[in-house]
């Protein structure tokens, strides 16, 4: 068990912590949020000991082992298996002293030991979590040198993935994936052994890799169950109530005090008055929530085209060898909300490029409105901004005639204040760094606007004012994206980029997530079936399954919710409990394995009837 008791921690005088606890039951997957500078990742270095408590203790069993990404894989000719083997550094240890150990019984322990810790299938481990994480068996055997940062990065996380810590510490760990990446990490979390702190802005991986959710506000830590959509609804559910008793101890305030004013110099209402004096000082005081930080983006509406704003007839792309996509026959008008799906490497940014002009078709014609605007936003833009120019700056050097109170008024739309506005772009978060670089490619007001993957750097709050303002954005999306939920509520058209061409997918996103994760066809789309008209009696059947399977789903989480409190119960972790909680735990794993099994066949059964009734 991880146990949090009492910390304070404070930098450069302004505190972080003040007094915060919590306790993370051994095993148990937990997300870790709060807003952009809370002191999140501080928590994270004060968990390893990198940093010193001020007051307070942080503790964790005796010889557990503590695992985190490093900030870069260094660039080695060391090729990424070998990388990753390295991290399992008792397996490297073992391994190395074999080859040189003479004692016949040193020998003896040391094979016992590698077969303790199974070391001989380490080799297929580490590849399959290189697999996963998108590299191909070549590429395994390549040295680090040869990829880029954010490839190393992945390395990275590879590594600690297979050295399996008892308590594995991950910081934003999708920034550097694509959507296939992100949903193999989401599914290869759910089946890790250990313990999981994770902090991250991705709410698909907070809701079904987690089971609790750990926040941090106002230098406190609290510990909630369940996912992350549970959470938002309980502390909202909080907050309300919350803001309510705030509201009617104010009003019973205020009428006491106006009984104090009126007859304090009242001989005969002098002792009523008295006594709600002393009603006023032992009110205990309720203090309403604080307003929550709005987040806004503001894209300017761009003038309606006639349709297709782009047209592609039979076109071909490349980097000056073998075009990479080829008969390229697609089309867009300007109120189309289109991501591309694909695994990495198959062309979806290559298509970008093409389409924002980046890169010109070497086959076939692509043919644009004359009065087109592009905007375009890719992840490496926010790394070229001007480290020491500030956002202002940024803007009248593309707008030098407009004036300071329109430029700032431009930046306030994207949620940069009057201070941000002045801060050099050094000094500036990952998250306003992204807002800066979105409002400079919207600065035009785009009738196609083309995102790369443009919530990396964003908390959750700035990812739902995203998808307000794209919703409410008159041009079109083009969106790559790893994040299933915006791309959910965001895209109502999919395109598939595969072997080499792009075509419409006509599935939803769910059935694309299954396709990626199911290991039995090797991400091959499955033929669809001949559709028979279904009779009534068949569909009354398959309509009663869905409700069996809803009320199933219904009673399982209602368990779930039950044995979830039960589970945060700080009294279940005293060690004369132990047995107690083992039979909890077990349960509550049982409950979460049907409840998964239950999930699955409402989907199943949903998409019968859907396609029966279609």
Excluded at 484 to 496: E, F, I, T, Y
Aim: net charge negative; aromatic share 6%.
């Amino acid at each position: 068990m991880l146990t949090i008791s009492d910390i304070t921690y404070s930098v450069d005088g302004r505190p972080l912590f003040e007094g915060a606890s919590a306790r993370i039951p051994t095993g148990h997957k937990v997300g870790l949020v709060g807003r952009n500078g809370a002191g999140k990742t501080t928590l994270f270095r004060l968990i390893r000991h990198e940093l010193a408590l001020e007051g307070g203790e942080i503790s964790l069993p005796s010889r557990a082992k503590v695992g985190g990404v490093a900030q870069e894989v260094p660039s080695s000719d060391t090729s990424l298996l070998d990388t990753v083997l390295a991290a399992d550094t008792e397996r490297a240890a073992l391994m190395a002293e074999a080859e040189t150990a003479t004692d016949p019984h040193r020998i003896a322990d040391i094979q016992h030991r590698l077969a303790d810790i199974d070391a001989w299938s380490a080799e297929g481990r580490a590849s399959a979590i290189l697999r996963g994480l998108g590299f191909t068996a070549e590429e395994q055997l390549m040295p680090c040198s040869a990829f880029s940062g954010g490839w190393r990065m992945r390395v990275a996380l590879a590594g600690v993935l297979f050295a399996q810590p008892d308590l594995l510490l991950l910081d934003e760990p999708t920034n550097y994936l694509d959507l296939e990446g992100a949903l193999w990490l989401e599914s290869y979390l759910q089946k890790y052994p250990h313990t999981v702190l994770i902090i991250s802005h991705d709410r698909e991986l907070l809701n079904r890799s987690v089971q609790a959710i750990l926040h941090l506000e106002n230098r406190k830590l609290t510990l909630w169950a369940g996912g992350y959509d549970q959470f938002a609804k309980a502390r909202a559910e909080q907050r309300a109530v919350q803001a309510a008793e705030a509201k009617k101890q104010e009003t019973r305030r205020a009428h006491l005090q106006s009984f104090v004013d009126r007859f304090k110099a009242k001989a005969s209402k002098a002792k009523q008055a008295q006594s709600r004096v002393k009603m006023l000082e032992k009110m205990t005081s309720i203090t309403p929530p604080e307003e929550a930080a709005k987040h806004v983006f503001t894209f300017p509406a761009p003038e309606e085209l006639s349709p297709p704003i782009v047209n592609l007839d039979g076109a071909a792309v490349g980097y000056g060898g073998p075009p990479i996509l080829r008969r390229l026959s697609l089309r867009i008008d300007q109120d189309d909300r289109i991501a591309l799906l694909g695994r990495n490497g198959e062309g979806k940014s290559t298509l970008s490029k093409l389409l924002a002009g980046k890169l010109d078709a070497c086959e076939g014609r692509v043919v644009r409105s004359s009065k087109l605007r592009i905007g375009y936003f890719a992840q490496h833009q926010v790394d070229e901004l001007e480290l020491e120019e500030t956002p202002l700056q940024h803007l009248q050097r593309l707008r030098p005639a407009e004036g300071q109170p329109r430029l700032r008024a431009r930046l306030a739309g994207f949620g940069l204040g009057a201070d941000q506005a002045e801060t050099i772009v050094r000094r500036l978060s990952g998250g306003q760094k992204a807002r800066l670089s979105l409002l400079l490619a919207t600065i035009d007001a785009p009738h196609l606007l083309i995102l790369d993957e443009p919530t990396n750097h964003l908390d959750i709050e700035s990812r739902e004012a995203l998808v307000e303002a794209l919703t409410e954005y008159k041009g079109a999306v083009i969106l790559v994206s790893h994040d299933m939920h915006l791309l959910s509520l965001v895209a109502d058209r999919l395109w598939l980029v595969k072997g080499g061409a792009v075509a419409p997918y006509e599935e939803d996103l769910e059935a694309y997530r299954q396709m990626l994760l199911s290991p039995d066809d090797g991400g091959k789309e499955k033929p669809r079936p001949e559709k028979k008209k279904a009779g009534r009696d068949e569909l009354l059947a398959m309509k009663a399954e869905v409700k069996k399977c809803e009320e199933r789903i219904a009673k399982l989480t209602d368990m779930q919710d039950k044995l979830a409190k039960k589970l945060a119960d700080p009294a279940l972790y005293e060690p004369e409990r132990a047995g107690d909680r083992d039979v909890w735990q077990r349960k509550y794993a049982e409950v979460m394995d049907g409840l998964d099994r239950a999930e699955a066949l409402w989907m199943t059964a949903l998409a019968k009837l859907e396609e029966a009734e279609a």
